[in-house]
């Protein structure tokens, strides 16, 4: 992602702010005093100093994806972006010429908010995201450009700060299944003839029948009614079966009621 936010900056530099014309090198460089002192023709140096991510912008969870059918493809971790602050200065033998070259890279950035789509490469063009950029906002308490210039060694020149707003691709995805072409079947246990019993409110005195009502083996609550839906072996659907009311159970006799009145 830096080295792809590099090129749509030395791209932009070059179309919008030297006009197309090869009168300054671009350079990433540190502009330190032995880069300085080894520097032979005008040079527009862009120079990364600080990595930071913008909080504001971290997304939780995952986002889903569509095909262009608008169907659900999978889901994917978003982004995080990272704030990318570029320290640009120009290099001539003359300070006249180094002021017009800073004026025409501050009114090449003031002229828009976004870098340019046509700018982008890689995943940055990949994602298809707005990237922000800004100049000349002054940076937070805790860093100065003075400091700055200090760490490199270099005497105080005159420097445009552009950040950068980009996001990194953390190329996490988790494709979806295929997609659900038949409409929901629910069965719950049992054959077709006992749906066709429990459905003419015939439960039995057995309760395996109860019982086997009920995926996994569990008992059917009394006064419970589930739906079946189920076909039979022979292919014939059950339609008279498909609401099955499961009656209250008769207490045992001598059975001690419980706390609500009712016996066990």
């Known amino acids: 992602m830096l080295f792809e936010v590099d090129e749509a900056l030395r791209t932009l530099v070059r179309r919008d702010a030297l006009g197309g014309q090869d009168i300054a090198e671009v ?13 032979t ?9 600080d990595i930071r991510e913008d909080l504001r912008r971290r997304e939780v969870g995952r986002v889903r994806t569509h095909d262009a059918d608008g169907r659900a493809t999978g889901r994917i971790v978003p982004p995080r972006w990272f704030k990318l602050s570029y320290l640009i200065t120009a290099w001539t033998q003359r300070p006249e010429d180094e002021h017009r070259l ?15 789509r046509d700018v982008l490469t890689g995943s940055l063009a990949d994602l298809a995201l707005p990237i922000p950029i800004t100049i000349g906002v002054p940076p937070p308490e805790d860093r100065a450009l003075s400091d700055t210039w200090s760490a490199l060694g270099g005497e105080l020149k005159p420097s445009l700060d552009v950040v950068v707003i980009a996001p990194f691709d953390l190329q996490r995805d988790f494709p ?32 395996e029948v109860a019982t086997d009502v009920v995926a996994g083996g569990r008992a059917p609550q009394p006064g ?3 739906r079946v839906i189920e076909h039979h072996p022979e292919g014939v659907p059950v339609d008279e079966a498909e609401m099955v009311t499961v009656p209250a159970a008769e207490p045992a006799e001598g059975a001690e009621p419980d706390r609500k009145g009712r016996r066990k």
Request: charged letters at 20%.
């Open 224 to 226: 419970r009614v589930f």
């Open 176 to 207: 979806a299944g295929p997609p659900v072409l038949e409409e929901t079947h629910l069965v719950i246990g049992g054959t077709a003839e006992m749906a066709l019993t429990h459905a003419n409110g015939a439960l039995g005195e057995s309760s």
């Open 41 to 49: 023709s005008p040079t527009i140096d862009v120079y990364l100093y």
């Open 102 to 116: 800073l004026a025409s890279l501050l009114s090449c950035f003031l002229r828009t908010d976004l870098l340019p």
């Open 27 to 39: 350079s990433f460089e540190a502009p330190t005093k032995d880069w300085a002192s080894r520097r």
